[in-house]
């Protein structure tokens, strides 16, 4: 098993341009989740995704888009990116029900000019 | 004044030495408690999840909580350098219908050989 996976590693974008975070996941997980990490600021909710066909505002969406492609993947997309998009992404998947334990992938760090 | 509190560090303590993190929160509708590490330029990963008050051991970690002071804490024994990490507390908030996880700003901890 993989785990969750994101594509790309690294990438850097200037002001304007858009571009798609991926996220799959191979554990069968119900419920798929975006956040950015950013120095003190800790660990932010950008949308997530209860389940397939669902998707909901986390705590910063603005400027985001998502879409739950099925129940493997999960995007995340940057229309027109802004240097306060600068930040580390990290997708995470946690099965239904039970524990609330979020399973992580290894994050893309995004660098806006 | 933040719903969970947690001091940033950074840590430096010697290799051996017995570790003490800690968080804080103040809402009582918090029910479940998780400890996650997070290694640099990595995404984080569970270490420990409880729930009731008192203390759960796993190996050299020890989750305490106790929840008549709103106030957790991770304990790491017999500290070795791998332990050097980002440690995040993350909390439930169960009200009615809805559950949100809440997470701490992460301590940074260097234990040095």
């Known amino acids: 098993n993989a785990g969750v996976t994101q594509t790309p590693k690294f990438q850097v974008l200037k002001t304007g341009q858009s571009m798609t975070l991926q996220c799959a996941q191979d554990m069968n997980h119900n419920s798929m989740y975006w956040y950015r990490q950013d120095p003190g600021m800790g660990l932010r909710l950008i949308y997530y995704s209860a389940s397939e066909g669902t998707t909901d505002k986390g705590e910063v969406p603005n400027g985001y888009n998502v879409s739950r492609l099925n129940k493997r993947e999960f995007s995340l997309r940057l229309e027109s990116a802004a240097p306060s998009q600068t930040s580390v992404y990290f997708c995470?998947?946690?099965?239904?029900?039970?524990?609330?334990?979020?399973?992580f992938g290894p994050g893309t760090r995004l660098l806006v000019l | 004044q933040k719903e969970v509190e947690q001091d940033p560090g950074p840590l430096s303590v010697p290799e051996g030495a017995i570790v003490s993190l800690n968080c804080t929160y103040s809402n009582s509708a918090f029910q479940y408690f998780m400890w996650y590490r997070q290694y640099s330029r990595k995404g984080p990963e569970l270490l420990m999840y409880t729930y009731s008050s008192g203390n759960k051991e796993d190996g050299r970690f020890t989750a305490q909580v106790d929840k008549s002071s709103k106030y957790i804490s991770l304990f790491i024994r017999d500290s070795q350098p791998s332990d050097s990490a980002t440690y995040l507390c993350a909390m439930i908030l169960n009200a009615g219908n809805n559950r949100k996880l809440i997470w701490g700003l992460g301590t940074s901890l260097a234990v040095n050989p």
């Open positions: 995470a998947s946690k099965l239904a029900g039970g524990r609330e334990t979020q399973y």
